[in-house]
């Protein structure tokens, strides 16, 4: 079966400090894979999404960006972190397809800036 | 452009009362409609999905959704509640063909509170 790992859980970082949060998947090849960011009161935001290794697809300008340095891992980084960084990080994965799949989620990593 | 709406941001009920949770989206043909439930602090479960077929689609947990083209609605159901239902619920869109297959949008949630 299929497994997807989000670490770390929880993260608390100064202001200005670099960012790198993982995402690996098992037991499927060639996912599409997802971040999120996630506040509270305002859903769920697609920050960036991979459809490839080296393929990386910006959903919002921001102070982040995304990588995918093999076909099961999806890194979310910053080069300096801002306090508007601040939220709940989701990672997720679907079957690739022509077709729109069901995601399937990690259990978040909670990132509060100080 | 899909979207989704959920009318309800907070829903209070008690263990043992049915539930229905409403979600209305946006898009131009037929949609992939999903539900999920988030616990706190964790990630979202997929709950249920239409593709197409039976507009009564069942999921986990003894969770149901009906799917209406004419009222752009796909509400979530359970007959009763337990107090473990207690989550937010996110609906969610998706395309069903087309460009940009792969994203879904999703609703602001419904937070389900279940009273002893």
């Known amino acids: 079966s299929q497994t997807i790992h989000q670490w770390p859980a929880t993260l608390v970082q100064p202001v200005g400090s670099p960012l790198s949060l993982e995402c690996t998947v098992e037991?499927?090849?060639?996912?599409?894979l997802y971040w999120y960011r996630q506040a509270a009161g305002r859903g769920l935001q697609l920050l960036f999404y991979?459809?490839?290794?080296?393929?990386i697809s910006s959903e919002v300008p921001q102070n982040l960006s995304a990588s995918r340095p093999q076909d099961r891992q999806f890194i979310l980084s910053s080069k300096k972190l801002l306090l508007s960084d601040s939220g709940f990080y989701l990672c997720?994965?679907?079957?690739?397809?022509?077709?729109?799949?069901?995601?399937?989620f990690g259990d978040g990593t909670r990132l509060s800036i100080l | 452009a899909q979207s989704v709406t959920q009318p309800d941001i907070h829903i209070t009920v008690s263990e043992g009362a049915s539930l229905e949770l409403r979600c209305n989206y946006s898009y131009g043909a037929t949609p992939y409609l999903f539900w999920y439930v988030q616990s706190p602090g964790q990630g979202l479960q997929l709950l249920l999905k239409?593709?197409?077929?039976?507009?009564l689609v069942q999921g986990i947990k003894g969770f149901e959704a009906e799917f209406k083209r004419s009222q752009s609605s796909f509400n979530l159901r359970k007959p009763s509640v337990h107090w473990s239902d207690a989550a937010e619920y996110f609906c969610?869109?998706?395309?069903?063909?087309?460009?940009?297959?792969?994203?879904?949008?999703f609703g602001k949630g419904t937070l389900l509170t279940v009273n002893p």
């Open positions: 997720a994965w679907s079957v690739r397809g022509p077709l729109a799949q069901p995601q399937h």
């Open positions: 991979s459809v490839g290794i080296g393929q």
């Open positions: 037991g499927t090849s060639n996912p599409n």
């Open positions: 969610a869109v998706g395309a069903s063909g087309g460009g940009s297959n792969y994203k879904l949008t």
């Open positions: 239409y593709f197409s077929g039976d507009t």
